[in-house]
């Protein structure tokens, strides 16, 4: 008998995380967004861009460590299983490095010429 190719319990743990990380990231932009439309306290402002920052650094860590996971159980597995996971990987990595580069730079321009 065949048996089935089942993913590794910490390809699928990342995959959960880089989700979960994902969707905070896109909630916190969305918030971003809305507290621009709705005059937020420039405080309160800030406090979404910092948690951006840090929340994309962390996405960008679990996406670029899951991206090696997958690419290193698919070559010693000789399987194919962990390739939409590996492209979701990239994009995440990607699109968390923008959003990083993003909220740092508003956070920079947002202290002024004279700091």
């Given at each position: 008998?065949?048996?089935?190719?089942?993913?590794?319990l910490?390809?699928r743990?990342?995959?959960?995380?880089?989700?979960?990380l994902?969707?905070?990231?896109?909630?916190l932009?969305?918030?971003?967004?809305l507290?621009?439309?709705?005059h937020?306290?420039?405080?309160?402002?800030?406090?979404?861009?910092?948690?951006t920052?840090?929340?994309?650094?962390?996405?960008?860590?679990?996406?670029?460590?899951?991206?090696?996971?997958c690419c290193?159980?698919?070559?010693?597995?000789?399987?194919?299983?962990?390739?939409?996971?590996?492209?979701?990987s990239i994009?995440?990595?990607?699109?968390?490095v923008?959003?990083?580069?993003?909220s740092?730079?508003?956070?920079?321009?947002?202290?002024?010429?004279?700091?």
């Amino acid at each position: 008998m065949k048996q089935k190719s089942e993913k590794i319990l910490l390809i699928r743990l990342f995959q959960r995380t880089e989700a979960f990380l994902f969707v905070y990231l896109l909630i916190l932009l969305f918030f971003y967004g809305l507290g621009n439309y709705q005059h937020f306290l420039d405080s309160s402002i800030l406090l979404i861009l910092k948690i951006t920052s840090y929340i994309s650094v962390l996405l960008a860590l679990t996406a670029f460590i899951k991206l090696i996971l997958c690419c290193t159980f698919s070559v010693v597995q000789k399987t194919c299983i962990y390739l939409p996971a590996l492209f979701f990987s990239i994009f995440a990595v990607v699109f968390a490095v923008i959003f990083l580069l993003f909220s740092a730079g508003i956070n920079l321009l947002s202290l002024g010429p004279g700091q």
